[in-house]
C-alpha cells in the first residue's frame, strides 16, 4: 500500500494505490451487500488518520497482469474524486482518455461520468455508508449472527455459484 502525499497552493492532497497480483474491479453498486468495501476503508482511514488532507482517489494497480497492451496493464482502476481540478493536478496533459487512470475520459464538457468518477459528495456518500457497513458487520458478528445465504447484485449471484458445496447446500 502506497499514499502519495502532497501540498499544492489549495492545501494538502493524498493519493492512495494499492498494488495487487490479481484482478481488480470496483463496483459502487455492491456496498450495500458488503462487496467492494476494500476502497472506500482505505479512504476512511486516510480521513481518520489524516484528516488535514483531502482525498484526490483511491486505488488498485495490478502488477501482474495478462494485458497485452502495456500502456494498459498498470492503470490505476478505483474511484477518482471529481473536484476542485484535482485530477487535472493528478494529470496535468489529460485531453481525451487518461494514460494512468482506468476508465477516465476528458470529453469538451470536463470529465465523463462513469463508474469510476464520482462526485465529492458520493464520495462522502460511499465512505461513510461503507463505514455503517463495516460497523453493522461487526455487529453481526459478535452476535453470533452470520446466515448462511446467496449474494444476488443486480441479480448476479455473487457467491454460492462458485461454492464447491453448492451441490449438497440447503439454499
Known amino acids: 500500500l502506497t499514499t502519495a502525499r502532497f501540498d499544492t497552493k489549495n492545501g494538502k492532497e493524498i493519493i492512495v494505490i494499492d ?3 490479481g484482478s481488480f474491479e470496483f463496483n ?3 456496498i450495500e451487500v458488503g462487496l467492494s468495501l476494500q476502497l472506500p476503508i482505505y479512504s476512511l482511514l ?4 489524516y484528516p488535514e488532507y483531502s482525498q484526490t482517489g483511491v486505488y488498485i494497480q495490478t502488477v501482474l497482469s495478462d494485458e497485452e ?3 494498459e496493464k498498470y ?5 477518482s474524486i471529481d473536484s476542485e481540478g484535482k485530477l487535472e493536478r493528478l494529470e496535468h496533459f489529460l485531453n481525451q482518455k487518461s494514460k494512468y ?3 477516465l475520459y476528458f470529453g469538451q464538457k470536463g470529465y465523463k461520468k462513469n463508474s469510476s468518477l464520482v462526485s465529492k459528495e458520493e464520495y462522502d456518500y460511499i465512505v461513510s455508508r461503507s463505514e455503517e457497513i463495516v460497523k ?3 455487529e453481526n458478528i459478535r452476535k453470533g449472527n452470520f446466515a448462511i445465504s446467496p449474494l444476488y447484485v443486480n441479480g448476479d449471484d455473487k457467491v454460492c455459484k462458485d461454492c464447491p458445496l453448492l451441490s ?4
Do not use: A, M, R
Open 19 to 21: 498494488y495487487k497480483t
Open 46 to 49: 486516510i480521513k481518520n488518520y
Open 28 to 30: 459502487k453498486d455492491e
Open 75 to 79: 492503470k490505476l482502476k478505483g474511484i
Open 69 to 71: 497492451e502495456i500502456d
Open 168 to 171: 449438497v447446500c440447503f439454499k
Open 101 to 103: 487512470i482506468d476508465k
Open 136 to 138: 453493522e458487520s461487526l
